[in-house]
Structures are given as structure tokens and as C-alpha cells.
């Protein structure tokens, strides 16, 4: 008997196999197979994406493609680790067309170029739901040069990469509530930029990546370090865009997700080596300090008393 | 602001914090942090499995867990690999109650104690479709110890695991089309048994498991070996269950997936190597050979004549 092959076969080797690389086995095989550069530990993340709930159904599949990685590169980001490779699952609908898993790969293999990792793996499905898409990735880090969510202690002043609440705003955009001429906002919602490179532990005591909104991210750093947090909002660093469209969006700002800024904790001996993070290009604005107490985090307004809010972040179920 | 915990971090800590092992970082943080053994190779692999295509929306969610575990489990067994960790995807309905989470925790952690691995992370999603789960899986392996799907060669004798064909015919049970007494055939499709501990090295020049069906998966052997295959489908090992369906099942058996069976390829001069396979209680049997000639698989009669197949496996697309 002659062989046909599955389609997912042919998928794989036009648009997924030109993404291999070494240990790949060029995807034609059950695993895939790695000798770890020698003396760096290994760091693992996984983060999905479902069609409807952490992208749009009609956003162009390039862009989802590229946030995928990069909500991924984020979690490696945070650690300061350095990218190698990442493996791939894609539950598609049966009916989903070739354009889409071409303009799919093409997303991939840009970023990947940019941020110098390459495909490992995956596996491939159909499914009578959205789509079902989650990415694996894998960095390495000198042993000991990890930073953990864990960490935050009273004194250490509060810093956040870049600009706050930009991709919550830009999802209020796409969803028709509010207007952004620049597309600025729009965006920084699809294509998040992953804040690698920084010599993080140099500086931070704890790190994470903003996903889920900075007040409920940053309760998670509170319960780790056993420490309360405030902000002081007036000085969290907001997008001219955001700016723009006045003083209500700040509460939007501060708990919405999808920012994939760092958030970190910084020893006050330690904020003179902040400047090195500025070679890099990214920005770093202290925002508030942690404080004694149980964790909580108080945002404090202009008046300096907390502001109230309906919720701290984003919730799954 | 107080902080109240999204439920997903609730599940998180009450269901899948117990099964996190050493590097998982009690699953608080963006990533896992891994140092590997020294001077072993790491293996990666990813599968899925989505609610109405690789299990039925109501199977137990501890036989969905471990099955969704034992088919990654699978793959290393095929690399000749030791299971180190996975990490987990899990998109499920906003509806899925805490016993959903309970029942598939439970069913993990029963057999990562089993096959001695355990949690590394994940990430946890909702979603308004089928449950979508996505498994990553990491073995290790002596340097050079890795058998590969590529290597089977003219001359090379065929050889699978266990019995074939049970697990196709468990869901033929499982909607209906088939009676099962003895639950044996439902049993293999739920919950297949990863052949992992034999030093496939020593023997077998290729190898994988056979998820997708016998014929469709040796065609994968024979297109990057440069061979084609013949199978004598009476040497092919089905168990009493199966034969007691009659002949007519036969094609069914050779085509049907699920099985997680391993299928070899074994050089002539290795084969009295095999009598070690004993030894790990796991029956291999010898069911045809590689011959010269373009990719194609050929299944032979009782009269030797070649057998003609509607397809060779299962499709996604």
C-alpha cells in the first residue's frame, strides 16, 4: 500500500519544519533531543492561549503566533534567563485553512530570529472548539543567577519595566469602548515586548512578569516575601496614549493584564546598579516599597490615602 | 485591599502543589528551575489530547490524567529515556467543578509514584470549548543511548511490544459497536502502559511507539529509512480478546491508534539481545521486515498475498 500522509503531516513539514532546529530531530521524530550547554541550570515555563479568552478569533495568526512566544519569553525574562528552544501545541478546528498555519509560522519564525531560540517540538490536533495553543519554552541561567517571584522584603522599593495598563487599555479598543488614534494602545495588546537581556540578578531580590494585572501579581510577590506592598499611583509610569485619555483609566491601568512588564523587588543597597538596566534600552520607574505587615497591597492616591477597586486582577474562572 | 486569590491559584494549591517535586518551586512562581544530572542527554516531548478526539467528554478524569501522562510516558519509552518531570496545560470549561480538578490530580500523582517523575509547572485556562490539555514531558539519557525513529534499514526485522489493536477496538466498545465482556479492550484504550525500561539501545536500530495506528506509524520508520516494510499479519500479537472478535477485526487492529505500543527495528546480528526484553516482563515479537525499496508498507496474508486497507491511520484533518 502506498502511502498518504495525514495532513497534519504535510503542515508540519512546510510551514513547522523550516523552524527546527538542532536537537529538533526536524520534527520527523517522537522527541526531541538536547545536550544542555554545560554548567547553566535549565528554565521551564508554559503559558496557553485560547481563542477567546487570551487573544481574539479574527486577530491576524502571525501576531497571535508571535504573543504566544513572547508571553513565554516574558516568564524567561523574569528569571533572567537566556532563551534556547520551545515546543508547541496546536488544537486547531479541522477546518482551518493552510494561510492560516503559513501566516502561523511566519509569525513564530520571525520572533524567533529576533530573540535567537528555535522550535523543539509539538504536536499538532484537531479540536471542535477555539483554538487551544500552548508553547513550552526553555532558557538557561549561570547556576545561581535565577531570580525567583520569591524574595520581596520590607525596605525594597517597588519597580515596573516600561509602561503600565497599555494592553488592557488596547483590548478596550479592539473591543469598541475606546477610541486610540495612534494604534499604539491596539498594539502593545498583540505584541507584547519580552524584557530580556537585563543582568536582573545584578539588582532585583524578587521578579516576576506583569500577566495578570499589577495589583494581583504583585500580591503574589507580597505572599511570598510574607510583606504588604504600596503604590504610590501617581508615580506608575502610563503611555502618552494612555495619558491621553484622562485620569479614569488609571484603575483600568493598574489591574489590567497582558502588560508582560518585570516587576521587581529592588535592595535599596542595590538601586545605584539600576542604571546599567538603562543600556539596555528599557526603562525602570520606582513605583512604591514593601512594607511590614500582612500581604496586601495598598494603592495610595494623589491624597496619599488607598484607593478602593471593584477587583485586583484577571480570573480564569 | 485585601487580596482574594482568582480560583485557578486555589485549584493550583489544593490539587497539583503536592505533585511538584525538586525545581518545580511549589509551582508559586513564572518557571522551573532545573539542574540536570551530569553527563546525561535531555529528552522532550509534547502531546495532547483534547475532549472528543483522544477521550470521551464523560471518561474519569484520573483515567484522562493518566492516560494523557502515559502517552508522553510513551515517547521516552520509544528514546529509551528515564522520566525526569512534565508540565501541564490544562484549558477547561469555566463550568468544571472542583472534583473534576480533584479526580485528575489524583490520577497523576497515582502514577508519577508509579513511573517516578513529577510536576514541573503549568498553566491553567479556561475556555468555551472541549477540555484541551497539553503535556510536556522530560526524560533523560546517557549521551548516545537515544534511539531515534530514523536508522531502520533493508534486512532489519520488525518488532512490536505487547499485543496490537486492543486499545482501537476498546473505543469500537466504548460507542457501542463492540462487546467487550471481560472490560480488558475498554481498559487498554483508557489506560495504555508505557513500555518503559528496556535497553532499547542495545538492540533496536530504530524505534517508536505506535499511537496513530501500526501501518500508518511503521510507514514513519520506513520514509526515513529509505526502506519499505513488509508485516505477515499472522505473526501480529493480538490478545485473546481481540481474537475472540474473529477475523474480521484484523484490519482493524493493524489501523486502529491508541495502542502506545513500541515498534522496533532490529539488525539481524542483535536479535538474541531481545531475550533481555524478558527480563522487564514485556513481551516483543517479531512481525515482519524491512526490504528494499521506496517508503511503503506492505501487509501480507495468510496466503502471502498483500492486503488492501480503506487507510493506513488515524488523521487529524
Not at 525596605?155 to 473591543?175: N, P
Not at 504583585?218 to 506608575?236: K, N, Y
Not at 509610569?237 to 489590567?256: D, E, I, N, V, Y
Request: charged fraction near 20%; proline fraction near 9%.
Amino acid at each position: 500500500m502506498t502511502l498518504a500522509e495525514p495532513r497534519e503531516f504535510s503542515l508540519i513539514g512546510e510551514y513547522f519544519r523550516p523552524l527546527a532546529g538542532p536537537g529538533a530531530l526536524a520534527l520527523t521524530d517522537d522527541a526531541a533531543l538536547l545536550r544542555l550547554p554545560g554548567g547553566r541550570d535549565l528554565v521551564l515555563s508554559v503559558d496557553a492561549m485560547v481563542a477567546g479568552v487570551h487573544f481574539l478569533p479574527d486577530d491576524p495568526p502571525d501576531l497571535v503566533a508571535r504573543k504566544l512566544l513572547r508571553v513565554n519569553l516574558s516568564d524567561l525574562a523574569a528569571k533572567g534567563a537566556a532563551p534556547l528552544g520551545y515546543l508547541l501545541t496546536i488544537a486547531a478546528p479541522a477546518t482551518t485553512s493552510d494561510a492560516w498555519f503559513e501566516a502561523f509560522a511566519a509569525g513564530l519564525g520571525a520572533d524567533q530570529r529576533s530573540f535567537g531560540l528555535y522550535l523543539l517540538g509539538g504536536d499538532m490536533t484537531s479540536t471542535s472548539g477555539p483554538f487551544s495553543l500552548s508553547l513550552t519554552i526553555l532558557g538557561t541561567v549561570p547556576p545561581g543567577r535565577a531570580v525567583l517571584r520569591k524574595g520581596a522584603a520590607s525596605g525594597h522599593g517597588i519597580f515596573v519595566s516600561g509602561t503600565i495598563g497599555d494592553a488592557a487599555l488596547g483590548l478596550d479598543v479592539l473591543q469598541g469602548r475606546l477610541a486610540d488614534p495612534s494604534g499604539f494602545l491596539i498594539e502593545r495588546y498583540r505584541l507584547p515586548t519580552p524584557r530580556l537581556g537585563l543582568p536582573l540578578a545584578d539588582f532585583a531580590a524578587a521578579a516576576m512578569d506583569i500577566s495578570d494585572g499589577l495589583v494581583q501579581d504583585l500580591g503574589h510577590l507580597c505572599r511570598l516575601g510574607g510583606v504588604a506592598a504600596e503604590i504610590d499611583s501617581p508615580l506608575v509610569p502610563l503611555s502618552q496614549p494612555a495619558r491621553a485619555l484622562g485620569p479614569s483609566c488609571l484603575s483600568r491601568c493598574l489591574t489590567g493584564g497582558d502588560d508582560y512588564e518585570l516587576l521587581l523587588a529592588v535592595p535599596p543597597d542595590r538601586e545605584d546598579r539600576l542604571a546599567a538596566a538603562a543600556r539596555f534600552g528599557i526603562l525602570l520607574t520606582r513605583i512604591g516599597r514593601f512594607v511590614p505587615g500582612p500581604p496586601e497591597v495598598r494603592v495610595l492616591g494623589p491624597d496619599g490615602k488607598p484607593m478602593p477597586f471593584a477587583r485586583a486582577g484577571w480570573s480564569h474562572f
